[in-house]
Structures are given as C-alpha cells and as structure tokens.
C-alpha cells in the first residue's frame, strides 16, 4: 500500500533497545515537528485487550480493539501524557508483559492495517519524525530520509536493564536478553511488515555510540537531503 504526503518525514526503524524512541524525540525537539511513537499504538492495543480478557491469538477481536482504539496524546512539554479510554496510561504501556504482547499483536495483519491509517494521520506539517519498525517500508515509505538503528542484543539487553533498575524495578539481565533475542525473532520472521530496514535507509549502529552522536549523525543525513536544518 502506497503513501503520499507533501509533509517532510524521517523514518527511524530498528528493534526494540536500540534508542529508536529517545533519538526520534530528540531530533523531532530539535527540528520542531511532530513525532509519532508507532510502538505506543501496539502497546496500546495489547494493553486495551488484556483488560477485556482478550486472547493474543484472537485475531479478529483484537482487530476490533485496534479499530476502536480510544487514545488521546497530550503533550506537555518534553515529554506526551498517553490516555486510553480517558485513564493516563504512559508508564503501564511500558512493562516487559506488555511490551511482549504487542510484538504478538504486530504479528497479526488486520491489527497492521487498522493502525495505518491512524499512524500517517500523524504526517503534518512543519514535518513528522516516525518511530518504529516498519515506518520506511510500510507507513512511510516514501519518506525522503529512512534511518535503520540497530545495536547487539547484549547492548539492548543491559539498556533496558539498567531503565528498569533506575525505576526500582528488578529484571534478570539473562532473561531480559532472551525476552530481546524472542522478540526480535518474532518482529523478523512475521509474514506481514517483518522487522528490516527499508532498501533505501541508512544503517546505524548505535552499541558504541552516543546519543548526541547519533542525533548529530542523523540532523547532518537530514541537512545532506536537503531538508530542514535545526532551529
């Protein structure tokens, strides 16, 4: 399925761990536009049909859940209050179950296909930085600059490790790089927009850098395009 937009998009996509969320925010800061966190959307999603007792292999209830979706993004400042069905629900989006439940979730197509619409809503002027996994292949793939973030799954692991640990949360490091190698598994080999980058995107990998030295990366690809230079 085609896309067509006039507005400026940058599409970062990578597996789960490899700064995908922090990065797009920063450079969506810098640039002064919109950013659209994809992954929310299926988290949202899991997280909506685990309070209804829905089954995550029950495809067409949570197609349903997904079309339904009751989700409101309010942006404070640096950072965005997420409201399902009125309730503020940004950090339960966040554990590991659930987290672990979307990846089930992306897998099925008619979930895919009732978020899409939704996700290129999101494409708005002065310009749209897009996380996710298959925002350069499927959302946006006309997108005129596409970065793939990558890192070993070592690195990912010991990242949301120490996230966790920080807000007094305890996680096996082993377990946390077995749940990252399953998940990652899951997100390439499904049949509908398997986790790669896109033919055209730019490969990072992001295990010995910097944040800032990724931001910097990207900001100078964007400058190269031709596109907007930071404020």
Known sequence: MSQQTDTAVIAI???GGAGKGTISRLVAQDLG???LDSGALYRLTALAAMRREIDMT????LESVARELDVIFVSEGEHTRIMLEGEDVSTDIRNE???GCASQVASITGVREALLARQREF???PGLVADGRDMGTVV???APLKIFL?????ERARRRHDQLREAGQHASLSSLLKEIEARDARDMQRTVAPLKPAEDAVTIDTTE???PDVVARIEALLSLRGLKSPQ
């Open 13 to 15: 996509d990578g597996p």
């Open 33 to 35: 536009w919109h950013l």
């Open 58 to 61: 029950n495809a067409a209830a």
């Open 97 to 99: 179950h659930v987290g």
């Open 123 to 125: 494409a708005k002027m």
């Open 140 to 142: 946006f793939p006309e």
């Open 150 to 154: 990558t890192a070993s799954a070592e």
């Open 209 to 211: 850098l910097s944040i």
